[in-house]
């Protein structure tokens, strides 16, 4: 019976050890994410990855040097309203000679909390993009994504 007794204990000792280890294969996925790969600058998608990153950042200067003159042009009149998105996540790139059509989506985090914990919306969204001079610019942004860094301009 001493025998009998043993068993389970092993068994829940088995157990035990294979929840363990998945909970620390769990971990080290989740802190060595770290970062999302660089695109390559002369792709769409690394672009537009830049681009956004120096919106979310504040580096509007970095940002306007990604826009085309048309783009620039289309910030008149436009007022910044609401929060900046939290996280773009690249869903496709569909590329011609010498347009791009970068296709994203958008996760803003609305900053209120409610009974459920913080309210965050998600929307498909999509850049255009030109080749200029061999260079990739954005034409058209999200408008959650508009870098407009000089003064609005009244109609």
Same mark, same amino acid.
């Given at each position: 019976?001493n025998?009998a007794a043993?068993?389970?204990?092993?068994?829940l000792?088995i157990?035990?050890?294979?929840?363990a280890?998945?909970v620390?294969?769990?971990?080290?996925?989740?802190?060595t994410?770290?970062?999302p790969?660089?695109?390559?600058?002369?792709?769409? $998608?690394? +672009?537009?990855?830049?681009?956004?990153t120096?919106?979310? %950042? @504040?580096?509007?200067t970095?940002?306007?040097? *990604?826009?085309?003159d048309?783009?620039?042009?289309?910030c008149?009149?436009?007022?910044?309203?609401?929060?900046?998105?939290?996280r773009i996540?690249?869903?496709?790139?569909?590329?011609r000679?010498?347009? $791009?059509? +970068?296709?994203?989506?958008?996760?803003v985090n609305?900053? %209120? @909390?409610?009974?459920?914990?913080?309210s965050e *919306?998600?929307?498909?969204d999509?850049?255009?993009?030109?080749?200029?001079?061999?260079r990739?610019m954005?034409?058209?942004?999200?408008?959650?994504?508009l870098?407009?860094?000089?003064?609005?301009?009244?109609?």
């Amino acid at each position: 019976m001493n025998a009998a007794a043993r068993k389970p204990d092993r068994i829940l000792l088995i157990i035990v050890a294979a929840i363990a280890a998945l909970v620390i294969v769990a971990l080290a996925v989740v802190f060595t994410r770290g970062e999302p790969q660089v695109l390559d600058e002369s792709t769409p $998608a690394g +672009v537009v990855q830049r681009y956004s990153t120096a919106v979310i %950042s @504040g580096d509007t200067t970095t940002a306007d040097s *990604y826009l085309t003159d048309s783009a620039r042009s289309r910030c008149r009149g436009f007022a910044e309203s609401g929060p900046l998105p939290t996280r773009i996540v690249h869903i496709s790139t569909t590329e011609r000679d010498n347009t $791009a059509l +970068v296709r994203v989506s958008v996760v803003v985090n609305t900053g %209120s @909390g409610g009974p459920f914990g913080p309210s965050e *919306y998600e929307m498909e969204d999509r850049f255009s993009l030109v080749k200029a001079d061999g260079r990739w610019m954005v034409d058209q942004a999200p408008y959650q994504l508009l870098s407009c860094t000089g003064p609005a301009v009244k109609p």
